[in-house]
């Protein structure tokens, strides 16, 4: 989830003091980096997942699965018989923010040939054969994006109940301590984004309103000081921790880049597909123990995480802070970064001035300069004491340290110091898969669009605040039939499509409302005859012209169907394929309550799917679900 620093975390109070120093050498670092990669480009392509897991523990008597807090040692365990044996061990494990939570990627990148989509599948079912092989019986792993009863009394084993006191870190009625990872960045982000926005987290997501579900929906919290009473919204499910947001699973994709403006235009390229991709991949409608009414977690993590004052959020007048801050760290991106996306640049920008302006001085172009400046309004969250003075030529734990609290959509990321990897992008918005097949089919989707981004220099932009749009959309429960979404018509117009040069603004250019018009995903991915050609039939069409193995070429092809179906309704997500087992469960009362049992039985089946020992034919289909490695490598793109 982004920089681990060891050593002595310090209070809000302490960390805040140091946020001048921690920006002002953070900028110092970023210059440094700039400086000596700016020019650096034939990078190859290579690109990594990564895969959050939750640790599920089973009784099949008692009809519980409950959260197992045991991250810490399954980690140690993994990186001990992994990483540390072998450096070209084919897997590599993270801590996540749960204690619950695993992360798992590929032991390295994979590279720019065809036949490295044939190894994808492979590579996600040794991660989780591999972490399965170090847990008890009665325990798995399983991806499921939230976990249905989480902050719900019981959920975790050891079961330890939630402290609402001050001296904790979440101060939950729900959500204990003992669920956040041990590791001292986990709960000092909690503690501190408590701190510095002065009071607890919100979180409040519209209930699913069922044939019983009391209306109006109004809960009473018994251990509540008064705050939860002050915060929570009738006919909302509330929530107060971080762990309801950082707590979720998703998966993402990085990819490097051959230079910085091949990485800019990506950024700028996907963002666009953001919102399009989060609601096919849509696995997330259970919070707190109830049926609600989004798809997805991303809207949850944004308010978990939102460290912003009364203030910053315009909720009274700025007297100790300095911006009124339009939202929360975790967000979709706020400005383009390449030369063509300047003109859709409509957000207003919230940036830091001073630093616009000397990075503008040291040479950073206007776009590049304004996004940092952007970032940097943030305050540090975390600061480790034996961290505060570093080497700023050598080091860059202080723009990490801001860069890795900005949790964007998309996130540009320049080299670390003197190491020898290149520019690259991370695509964040995706919820994960019940299987190896969807995630891996996913990914797949998005690298080869990138692939074909490229070489047909594709133009998918439109005014950011259209594509903000989309995302309020794009989390609507069952968005991806009925959510309308807003998508360049002329996407091979390439007017848009420079790689080269970043130039000054060119502020003041219209944008031409007819070049975008509302689009389902079904058009979006599958196309409409004299609407929309569609993203799939343009990617059979790369491929047609593509060297591929027989077999690669059947997994890819597999894949591109899944998605297919997916935005055509004829496959469903997660997310309502779980509405609809827990519709059709006999104990259901049809009043919004995912009891005990019923998140068993749903997380035992999703477990069931994910070990391929049942068919889940309405989630993926029929057949297709067999890719297999060949390792044929000859058809480099
Ligand atoms: N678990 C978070 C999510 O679902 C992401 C954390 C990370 O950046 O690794 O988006
Ligand atoms: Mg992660």
């Not at 009784?59 to 519980?64: A, G, I, P, T, V």
């Not at 001050?166 to 982000?189: V, W, Y």
């Not at 990138?450 to 070489?455: A, E, H």
């Not at 309020?472 to 039939?481: E, G, I, S, W």
């Amino acid at each position: 989830m982004g920089l681990l620093s060891q050593g002595s975390p310090l209070s809000w109070e302490e960390t805040q003091r140091h946020a001048e120093h921690v920006r002002k050498h953070g900028i110092l670092q970023f210059l440094h980096i700039y400086r000596a990669v700016r020019e650096r480009h034939k990078d190859v392509l290579k690109w990594g997942d990564e895969v959050e897991y939750m640790l599920v523990a089973f009784d099949h008597e008692k009809k519980r699965a409950q959260l197992s807090l045991i991250g810490e040692e399954v980690l140690h365990t993994l990186q001990e018989k992994g990483e540390r044996v072998n450096p070209n061990h084919p897997t590599l494990w993270r801590p996540e923010y749960g204690s619950y939570m695993i992360e798992g990627t590929p032991g390295q990148p994979y590279g720019g040939t065809m036949s490295e989509f044939n190894t994808v599948q492979d590579n996600m079912r040794k991660r989780r054969q591999e972490a399965a092989s170090v847990l008890k019986e009665n325990a798995a792993l399983c991806t499921v994006t939230s976990f249905p009863r989480l902050g719900c009394p019981g959920f975790t084993i050891p079961e330890s109940p939630p402290t609402p006191i001050e001296a904790g870190a979440s101060k939950s009625l729900f959500f204990p301590d003992e669920a956040i990872n041990k590791h001292p960045r986990f709960s000092t982000l909690t503690r501190n984004i408590r701190h510095r926005r002065g009071e607890k987290v919100v979180i409040n997501v519209p209930i699913f309103k069922d044939k019983n579900t009391p209306s109006p929906f109004i809960e009473t919290f018994p251990n509540d000081d008064g705050e939860a009473a002050r915060a929570v919204k009738p006919d909302h499910v509330y929530m107060d921790a971080m762990g309801f947001g950082m707590g979720n699973c998703c998966l993402q994709v990085t990819f490097q880049a051959c230079s910085i403006s091949e990485a800019r235009y990506l950024y700028d390229q996907l963002a666009t597909i953001c919102p399009i991709v989060m609601a096919l991949s849509a696995a997330a409608p259970f919070y707190r123990g109830y049926v609600t009414d989004i798809d997805c977690r991303w809207g949850v993590i944004s308010a978990s995480v939102d460290d912003r004052t009364r203030e910053e959020r315009g909720l009274e007048p700025l007297k100790n802070n300095r911006y009124r801050i339009d939202k929360s760290r975790y967000d979709s991106i706020d400005s383009y970064l390449s030369e063509g996306g300047e003109k859709y640049n409509d957000i207003d920008l919230t940036i830091d001035k001073e630093i616009y302006d000397h990075l503008v001085s040291e040479g950073i172009d206007h776009l590049l300069a304004q996004h940092i400046a952007h970032l940097f309004i943030r305050d540090p969250l975390t600061l480790f004491e034996e961290k505060i003075h570093l080497d700023d030529a050598n080091e860059s734990d202080h723009f990490e340290n801001i860069q890795s609290t900005n949790w964007q959509t998309m996130r540009f990321k320049p080299p670390p110091p003197n190491s020898d990897i290149g520019w690259r992008v991370e695509f964040r918005p995706m919820e994960v898969q019940l299987t190896d097949f969807e995630n891996s089919a996913y990914v797949v989707f998005v690298v080869l669009l990138t692939r074909v981004i490229l070489s047909y220099k594709l133009d998918f932009l439109i005014p950011l605040s259209k594509v903000d749009e989309n995302m309020k959309v794009a989390q609507k429960r069952d968005a991806v039939r009925q959510g309308m979404f807003y998508f360049r018509k002329d996407i091979s117009k390439g007017g848009n499509a420079v790689v080269d040069g970043c130039g000054p603004a060119q502020n003041g250019t219209e944008t031409d409302a007819e070049e975008y018009a509302l689009m389902s995903i079904d058009t979006i991915i599958n196309g409409k005859e004299g609407v929309f050609p569609g993203l799939i039939p343009i990617l059979n069409s790369y491929l047609e012209n593509m060297e591929v193995d027989v077999d690669t070429r059947c997994s890819i092809l597999n894949y591109l169907k899944l998605i297919k179906k997916r935005a055509s309704g004829e496959l469903m997500t997660a997310a309502r394929w779980m509405r609809e087992f827990i519709a059709s469960h006999p104990d259901y009362k049809r009043d919004s309550v995912i009891t005990d049992e019923i998140n068993y039985n749903l997380i035992w089946k999703c477990h069931q799917i994910a070990q391929e020992q049942v068919e889940c034919p309405e989630l993926l289909g029929v057949g297709f679900n067999k890719a297999k490695y060949t390792g044929t490598k000859t058809d480099a793109f």
